[in-house]
């Protein structure tokens, strides 16, 4: 706790640090700028103003740190003003859309700062970032029938074949320290398109929340990539394009899943923004990741979106792989200070046209969602709504079927250390999230509400038959009353100080039948289950 206690005390510090030297910079201004992140406050901002009109929404829907940050007229070296994100977790993880950090029982925190240096096409963004962890121990919360060895691995014991993915629940059994590449990146400019190397985050789809593909719910994955350097004009709309080929890490925690393998990770996006309707996108996504245990085997990939179709998921093929391919859509109305976005995933590809008619759902995942934006007595008032479905369909009862980010073919699954690359939700679940603010004067004041079903797929799959000691006896586990849900509720604010912005969000989570710990046979007895409340405070501190 002593740890706890310190950080959160030095991160309510730097506000107060960081205005002092904004204030005396104001007399001698340092050549300095902030970098956007993906979903960061300041992206926020940027989706609000577009809600506004007062902002294209062109290239927003695939879009990363270098893409969304406008870069500096001229040559020379800027400054990248420092970012700081702490979150306290009361009695068990709950980490979601927050990069490289991992928030662990207790304290964790990220420190991003860094330079910007330009030289004719060419932009170089240095942006490390300092992860720490507290990572208190919660084995009292675990499944008591668990074996030593199980609980030494961190990862459940239901993470296996179909349902393997490098998703441990615990990053070891102590505190640690990581200094990452962070939001880096080498670009380079040649007329409107642009080429480089990152390490930097990315989000591929319209939603507030969650994103099929790729969000920032893990560190950002080191890929060579190209992409159009600002919408391409044409008589019929502009086009977004881009490319990435990289290399997704393991977390070493996670023997079974051979955690310490690496993959390959090619991944393509192409977006429409027609000339008949400008705030409208519409795009298509696809990523396809296979084993590659050398660094620079991953250019042996580099072609994998637009060759590698059938066969996905495949054992016994002599090279197998997975994908995810996504349709997305977002259209802004600025008049009504309003917008609304889908995207609609499969992991497993129609067999033809014939199929697609037949089962269109088959290993769907879906997002919905819409923002309203609307001018107040005093300030603005935006409501959220946003629903995330990756459960199986109902197609598993007739045909093969996985689950989303895990994959008996490659064992690690759709994650980069750890931690799910696409939506935070993780594997087989689902969401629904409910959200109203008050925006005034660059502040926000707010409250929320929210639900996760995780690990779904999972849970349905156990066997049946699988008994648990309950009042001295060996019973079924029921499975009907295990679901692992989390019910949540919060409010989260943002102040505007000198110089600093300030964010910050309390959540209080109630989470129901943790890790599928229903000992319930019956309606009778359907409380004896392990629930746990949590609370979450996460602050976020940034230069302006």
């Known amino acids: ?224 990539f190209a992409r159009t350097a600002e919408p391409l004009r044409t008589r019929l709309g502009s086009i977004d394009a881009r490319w990435m080929v990289g290399t997704l890490a393991g977390s070493g925690y996670a023997d079974s899943v051979a955690s310490a393998g690496r993959r390959s990770l090619n991944a393509a996006a192409l977006v429409f923004h027609p000339a008949a309707a400008p705030n409208l996108s519409v795009g298509l996504a696809r990523a396809v990741y296979a084993p590659e245990e050398s660094r620079g085997g991953a250019l042996s990939h580099v072609a994998d979106v637009l060759t590698r179709w059938g066969g996905a998921g495949d054992t016994l093929r002599a090279e197998p792989f997975e994908q995810i391919t996504s349709v997305l859509a977002r259209w802004v109305f600025p008049r009504d200070g309003a917008e609304v976005y889908a995207e609609w995933a499969r992991y497993r590809l129609p067999g033809g046209l014939g199929d697609l008619l037949e089962a269109p759902e088959h290993t769907q995942g879906y997002i919905l969602g819409a923002q309203w934006l609307r001018p107040a007595r005093v300030g603005e008032l935006r409501l959220q709504a946003e629903v995330a479905d990756l459960e199986k369909s109902s197609t598993y009862s007739t045909r093969p079927i996985g689950s989303y980010y895990a994959s008996a073919a490659v064992p690690q699954g759709y994650t980069q250390e750890g931690q799910v690359i696409g939506a935070g939700i993780g594997p087989g679940a689902s969401g629904q999230w409910l959200a109203a603010d008050w925006l005034y004067r660059g502040g926000l004041v707010g409250a929320f509400v929210g639900r996760v079903r995780s690990a779904n797929d999972a849970y349905y799959d156990n066997p049946a038959t699988e008994r648990i000691k309950y009042r001295g006896e060996l019973v079924p586990r029921s499975t009907v009353h295990g679901h692992d849900v989390t019910v949540l509720g919060g409010l989260r604010g943002r102040l505007p100080l000198r110089g600093v912005q300030v964010d910050a969000e309390w959540t209080a989570g109630k989470r129901f039948n943790y890790m599928f710990q229903s000992y319930a046979v019956g309606w009778s007895n359907r409380e004896d289950a392990v629930d746990v409340m949590n609370h979450t405070l996460r602050l976020g501190i940034s230069v302006r």
């Open 1 to 224: 706790m002593r740890y706890t206690r310190r950080l959160i005390l030095a991160a309510l510090a730097v506000p107060s640090l960081l205005g002092a030297q904004a204030a005396d910079s104001a007399s001698a201004p340092a050549p300095a700028h902030r970098l956007i992140t993906v979903g960061s406050p300041f992206e926020e901002q940027l989706r609000d103003a577009q809600l506004r009109g007062d902002a294209p929404s062109a290239g927003f829907l695939v879009r990363s740190p270098s893409s969304l940050t406008p870069p500096r007229e001229g040559p020379g070296v800027t400054l990248i003003l420092p970012q700081a994100d702490l979150a306290w977790n009361s009695r068990i993880p709950t980490s979601a859309n927050d990069g490289a950090m991992w928030a662990g029982r207790g304290a964790s925190a990220l420190v991003m700062a860094g330079a910007e240096l330009r030289a004719g096409p060419v932009r170089l963004v240095v942006a490390p970032e300092l992860v720490w962890a507290e990572n208190r121990e919660f084995g009292d919360l675990l499944p008591r029938q668990w074996t030593p060895e199980q609980r030494a691995e961190f990862i459940p014991p239901w993470q296996t074949a179909v349902h393997s993915a490098d998703i441990p629940y615990r990053f070891g059994d102590g505190g640690w320290t990581k200094l990452r590449p962070g939001q880096s990146s080498l670009t380079v400019r040649a007329g409107g398109f642009a080429a480089g190397a990152a390490t930097e985050n990315q989000w591929w789809g319209p939603g507030v929340r969650n994103a099929v593909i790729m969000t920032n719910n893990a560190a950002g994955v080191p890929h060579l």
